[in-house]
């Protein structure tokens, strides 16, 4: 079975670079998990997560140990990768950047954004994952400022951003828009009010486009999905949460520079 993938057209037009936002889809895991449970911070089967992320490598065309992830942890942390390493020695942080090729960066999502960066010219590329406590702390930044450093201009630069929470599925609670508010007050163009008294339906995918447009990247396009209305294809904590399920899967981005 072909894993099924979502691509986007402006990272598709970069010679020399892959990636894919996989789906649940494709995999072998059962239960909560079904089917592409690529988390191994979850309680899936440790065997089968294994399966499923080099079913997402063969996607790639990679043997499964060119894949590195995080123990993330909704920070703005930047790790820059040279080598790849083992699941189990993954270190700390929420965004990774090489200008190394053969090594695919994967980012682990379940509502949170993904997002995928490349400088065709440069020949560097980043991933990020893009919660609301690592995005407000500055991981888009905090990544751009890294892929600067590895020769990268953010007016080349291309972003490609994943499927993640939509704001119609997205309600906050009434102090959640503090934070943001204080950074600008601007940020109110991303907190429309829900039908609860208070809260808010908040838009990750917008104000995530607006930091990345603010860091001066050239190019950004979008995935219109909806991880928590879309059950058949993505896993998503919000939804899991709701229904009291005691886990969730997660589901993979991955990007690389082709040797």
């Known amino acids: 079975m072909v894993t099924p993938v979502i691509t986007l057209g402006a990272l598709n037009d970069i010679s020399g670079i892959r990636h894919c936002f996989f789906t ?53 942390r930047v790790v820059v990768v040279e080598t790849p ?9 929420d965004a990774m950047v090489t200008a190394t090729p053969g090594i695919a960066l994967g980012i682990l999502t379940a509502d949170c ?9 440069a020949r560097v590329i980043g991933a990020a994952h893009a919660g609301w406590k690592g995005a407000l702390a500055g991981v888009i930044e905090e990544t751009v400022r890294q892929m600067i450093a590895l020769g990268a201009k953010p007016a ?11 704001q119609r599925s997205y309600e906050v609670g009434p102090d959640f828009p503090a934070g943001f ?42 995935c219109p999905n909806d991880t928590r209305a879309e059950e058949a294809r993505f896993f998503s904590y919000r ?20 040797e």
């Open 156 to 166: 080349r630069m291309v972003a490609g951003l994943g499927p993640c929470i939509a």
């Open 24 to 76: 649940r889809a494709g995999g072998v895991s059962t239960g909560l998990y079904s089917s592409l449970n690529c988390g191994l911070g979850s309680k899936d089967d440790p065997t089968a997560v294994a399966e499923n992320r080099a079913r997402a490598m063969t996607r790639l065309d990679l043997a499964p140990d060119r894949l590195v992830t995080l123990y993330q942890v909704h920070s703005p």
């Open 85 to 93: 390493w083992q699941p189990e020695q993954a270190p700390q942080g």
């Open 181 to 222: 508010l204080a950074e600008t007050p601007t940020n109110a163009d991303f907190l429309a009010p829900s039908r609860r008294t208070g809260h808010f339906m908040f838009d990750l995918t917008g104000y995530v486009a607006r930091k990345i447009g603010n860091c001066g990247v050239a190019t950004i396009q979008r």
């Open 239 to 258: 939804r899991a949460t709701l229904r009291g399920e005691p886990d969730y899967g997660r589901g993979l981005s991955a990007i690389v520079l082709q």
């Open 113 to 121: 954004l993904p997002v995928l960066l490349a400088d065709r010219k």
